[in-house]
């Protein structure tokens, strides 16, 4: 009887951490259109070209590098400059996301790095 508690409790525990992700996630990829990123970037098929593809980059970037990313890309890639990224040419003109406030930038980069 007592099993059965603790195991029931368990289940209602996961069964809430995995809606609360997945809100979490669909904030993200819900951001990813509405602040613009969609226009440049693809995921899954969709969106643009002028930036590289993001459908796996949670796999080779850290959350912290993504979140660094958003905020001031001038940090990795010199404004202008021309770089490659997975083997691609690109010019490096993404926009600082300076002002973005921290609650957004978070579930953008979780949403990100959540990618893989
Ligand atoms: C005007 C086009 C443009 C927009 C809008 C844009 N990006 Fe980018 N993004 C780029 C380009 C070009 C690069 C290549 C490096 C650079 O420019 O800093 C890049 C690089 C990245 C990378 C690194 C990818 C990798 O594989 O290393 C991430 C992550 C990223 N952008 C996320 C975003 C997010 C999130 C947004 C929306 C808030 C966004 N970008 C908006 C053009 C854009």
Redesign the pocket.
Not at 90 to 95: E, F, G
């Given at each position: 009887m007592r099993m059965k508690k603790v195991i029931s409790s368990l289940l209602i525990a996961s069964a809430l951490t995995f809606s609360a992700t997945t809100v979490f996630a669909s904030a993200g990829s819900s951001l990813?259109n509405s602040?613009?990123?969609i226009?440049?970037?693809t995921i899954n098929g969709q969106g643009g070209s002028?930036?590289?593809n993001?459908s796996h980059?949670g796999g080779k970037?850290s959350l912290s590098w993504?979140k660094t990313?958003?905020a001031n890309?001038g940090a990795?890639?010199a404004s202008g400059s021309s770089?490659t990224?997975?083997g691609k040419p690109?010019?490096?003109?993404?926009?600082a996301?300076k002002h973005m406030p921290a609650s957004k930038l978070n579930a953008?980069a979780d949403y990100?790095e959540s990618l893989k």
């Open positions: 990813f602040e613009g990123c226009a440049c970037h002028v930036g590289p993001l980059v970037r993504i990313q958003i890309p990795h890639f770089v990224i997975n690109y010019m490096a003109i993404m926009p996301h953008l990100l």
